[in-house]
């Protein structure tokens, strides 16, 4: 059998200012993609390695997702997440959710249990606990925000809300692609505002050319269906996949907006254009040295 030359690549937001460190940040990541190498030697899944990958992001309490999300303007945490399987299209994504411990395990518990895309709300959290997923008791205890992250959310300002979702791409060695996004959203959101993450095309997107996940301010990657848009240029324009991702941050800016994306190819080709500041992020692909960085 035929194998593919694997790769993961991961981010920890876009919300990086660059008078703070990251060091803690880029050590987890660092740690993660070398679990992903070995993961992906194995034969793991494409889909697998997201997962495995953005709950260890989730679960660090380094990044503006899962333990680490901080609480909206109305003092509690809503979470959003999604995950997409290149080769089948497959998707599921959860938004406005308060009792999960791994937002992206409930993405893909809606992806395969059920006939839905998306569920949110209290609704996703019932849905969660039914699947048997792992709740939080007690959410005081249980979120810790990052200091880094608030730190760079003050330094941006009152006015600006800024973000650290975490999301992964993997190419397994069966040449499938696969997509996850999570994040707690932006610092300052409303109640019940809920961001490009969970949203399929905007936050995620996974076919059978090309993986994506997005950071940043996640209104802007909304109007720009911003994952779609890279893909559609692949497949519809021709473009390679450095043009292509450059050309959605082209618009993203030109838009008034700021972020970044991840993407790679069924070639393992990777792409990691931001406009904002910097973006946590790196990459491992096949035995090629690790690359970690967040400027
Ligand atoms: N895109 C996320 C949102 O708007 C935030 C982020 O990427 O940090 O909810």
Not at 24 to 48: C, F, M, Y
Not at 75 to 85: H, P
Not at 89 to 111: D, L, T
Not at 226 to 253: K, N, V, W
């Amino acid at each position: 059998m035929k194998s593919f030359p694997f790769a993961l690549v991961i981010h920890g937001g876009a919300g990086a200012h660059t008078d703070v460190e990251y060091k803690p940040q880029e050590a987890h990541i660092r740690k993660t993609l070398e679990n992903g190498r070995e993961w992906l030697t194995l034969g793991v899944s494409a889909l697998d390695a997201v997962i495995m990958a953005v709950k260890a992001l989730e679960e660090s309490g380094l990044y503006v997702a899962g333990r680490g999300a901080a609480p909206n303007l109305a003092g509690f945490t809503e979470l959003d997440a999604s995950v997409m399987e290149g080769r089948t299209r497959r998707c599921g994504a959860v938004a406005a959710i308060r009792k999960v411990k791994s937002p992206v395990e409930a993405a893909r518990a809606v992806m395969e249990k059920t006939s839905h895309v998306m569920l949110a709300g209290s609704g996703a959290d019932n849905f969660a606990a039914e699947a048997g997923l792992d709740l939080i008791d007690d959410p005081e205890s249980y979120y810790r925000p990052s200091a880094q992250d608030q730190k760079a959310a003050a330094k941006r300002g009152a006015e600006l809300s800024t973000h650290g979702t975490v999301g992964a791409v993997a190419l397994d060695i069966h040449g499938h692609l696969a997509a996850a996004t999570s994040t707690g959203g932006t610092f300052g959101k409303r109640h019940g505002r809920i961001g490009d993450t969970p949203l399929i095309g905007a936050g995620t997107w996974a076919d059978a050319q090309v993986a994506i996940s997005s950071t940043g301010h996640g209104e802007y990657f909304i109007r720009l269906c911003a994952a779609h848009d890279i893909a559609a240029r692949m497949e519809y324009g021709g473009q390679p996949l450095r043009q292509a991702a450059d050309a959605l941050i082209g618009s993203l800016g030109r838009l008034g907006g700021d972020g970044g994306v991840i993407c790679l190819d069924k070639n393992a080709n990777i792409a990691m254009p931001y406009n904002s500041q910097g973006m946590k992020r790196g990459f491992i692909r096949g035995n090629e040295e690790i690359f970690v960085s967040t400027f």
